[in-house]
């Protein structure tokens, strides 16, 4: 499991996770306190999963009309939950 406290292997929860991502704040365990920072390339490759249906806009326009929105709704909605599950911290 990727996300362990290094120092007293204390798994992280998906909802500690979840927080300290939205927050924009550093991960903590909760035993020993130890402080953990998501990998700047995660950060990058989220912002690049949120944006890529914009590149593709006019095709998906064509293929769904009005819909378009309600897609890229759910798309950001599966990638906002699903994205913690494979972050990666390390240790500050």
């Known amino acids: 499991m990727k996300n362990i406290c290094k120092n007293c292997n ?7 996770i979840f ?5 924009g704040s550093k991960l903590k365990c ?3 306190s130890k402080e953990y ?3 700047w390339y995660y950060k990058l490759l989220y912002a690049v999963l949120v944006s890529i249906p914009i590149f593709f806009l ?3 326009i064509e293929l769904l009309g009005f819909y378009i929105l309600l897609v890229y709704i759910v798309w950001l909605l ?3 939950l699903v994205c913690p599950l494979f ?3 390390k240790e500050i």
Do not use: H, Q, R
């Open 10 to 16: 204390e798994p992280f929860k998906y909802t500690d």
């Open 19 to 23: 927080k300290s991502f939205v927050k």
């Open 30 to 32: 909760k035993k020993c």
């Open 37 to 39: 920072k998501l990998l």
């Open 58 to 60: 006019n095709k998906l």
């Open 78 to 80: 599966i990638i906002f």
């Open 87 to 89: 972050f990666v911290y």
